[in-house]
């Protein structure tokens, strides 16, 4: 089995597919919002480990390099006209992907969505990561953990404001906030998913709200972001970073205490159930019914409900008390 990575599209791409020779083997494209993501990267692994284990299937591991619907719609078009069998896709947009994609589907290709969802039309099933009100109300109890029984001020860092995960977990908080009395919930900015960008916004949310007292980045990229400009303007203590996070990326920022905890689902898992489920699904093993299940091998099984979305885990929380062990695997 040989992997691709497309760090490139047009005639690269067109080429390296085109070396391929003709088989039997079912070709799964892994399409991620953007390319030297961490936890996409992590993913990938998971999807290589599945079709190890499937055996015959070759993943293309690809997205565009900036966290834009349009870098994705290309992408979407090229796979198509290379006949894939199936496309797995992290989507940047829920509903700008939907006529690309079905003209994908109308092509023969399966279509899953797994992380960030694309709409009903435009895929035959959705992976969840976990469940959303899980995540938005793990978020805030990680924020209320770390505000020590006082009432704080509390700001969201998100990817993008179009990202259908994100603005479905930031809605899970403000409707759930009233759980958590000492949770203030003050303001959302975006950081895009880009470092620099996060960066800036968490340095705007601290010197507009000097009582801002925990920011929650939901997002792997912000987290990260947010917790190094505590650390480099020696605000650890006085504003704590949570949300979710890369234990690999985020040790350091729970040892200096920027982020003293935080949480994610495996990615490698992600990667592995929904490459699993889009072979099932593309070879004709399993049908996405509402109420069915469909296998994510050695992970078990998922239930869709009437949307033909369905959660693969409930979300884990990292600290100082389990961050090494986790940090070397992912």
Known sequence: MKHLKYLALGATMALAFAAQPASA???IALLVKNLGNGFFDAADKGAEQAAKDLGDVKIIYTGPTHATPEGQIDIINQLVAQKVNAIAVSANDADALVPALKKAMERGVTVISFDSGVSKDGRQMNLLASATDLIGDQCLKMASDLLNGQKGDVA?????STATNQNAWIDVMKKDVGKFPNVNLTSVVYGDDKQDKSYTEAKGLIDSNP???VIIAPTTVGIAAAAQYVEDNKLVGKVLVTGLGLPSEMINHVKSGAAPQFALWN????????????YNLATGKEKATAGGELSMGKLG????DDDLSGPMAPPFVFDAKNIDEFSKVY
Do not use: C, F, H, R
């Open 25 to 27: 083997t079912t070709t």
């Open 156 to 160: 969201i860092l998100s990817a993008t």
């Open 211 to 213: 009582n801002l007292k």
């Open 267 to 278: 990615p490698i898992d992600l990667g592995y159930a929904a490459t699993t489920i889009a």
């Open 301 to 304: 099984k998922v239930k869709l």
